[in-house]
């Protein structure tokens, strides 16, 4: 069966650290699945974003808002996921600004990583809004 990838996007109301309804955190979301078409693909991204949708006590919540993009990975090589071109001015300067350090990847500063380092003692996952709020999230997108 073929090999899919979606963009979901989803919206947090109100946004869970500054509370604001107006400027809200969002979060883009890629998700790779199996399906047998590509109208199957749409639907099946948006039940998967569907049934990722957050209620709280609170009254905060994360929205599914859509899926921003659906691709086929069939003739992919197995280990991708994603692919996106753009065309960019000085695209070696945004690259200065937009790639970060090494330390600062999500794989080193999400305490979802370090609790896997630490296997004999259990650790309460970090939400999403948790990490937004640690730092921005930024996404850099293309192909080398």
Excluded at 38 to 59: W, Y
Excluded at 92 to 114: H, N
């Amino acid at each position: 069966m073929p090999r899919y990838s979606a963009k979901l996007l989803f919206i947090w109301d109100p946004d869970p650290v500054t509370g604001s309804r107006r400027r809200r955190l969002c979060e883009e979301r890629i998700v790779t699945f199996q399906s047998r078409s590509a109208r199957d693909a749409v639907r099946k991204a948006r039940a998967i974003g569907k049934a990722e949708q957050l209620h709280f006590d609170s009254g905060h919540r994360l929205r599914f808002a859509g899926v921003l993009q659906c691709m086929d990975l069939e003739f992919q090589d197995p280990s991708e996921v994603w692919w996106e071109y753009q065309r960019r001015s000085n695209p070696g300067q945004w690259a200065r600004k937009m790639i970060p350090s090494t330390s600062a990847l999500y794989v080193f500063t999400d305490k979802r990583s370090e609790a896997s380092k630490s296997a004999k003692k259990p650790q309460r996952p970090t939400s999403r809004a948790e990490r937004g709020n640690k730092s921005k999230r930024r996404s850099s997108t293309g192909r080398g």
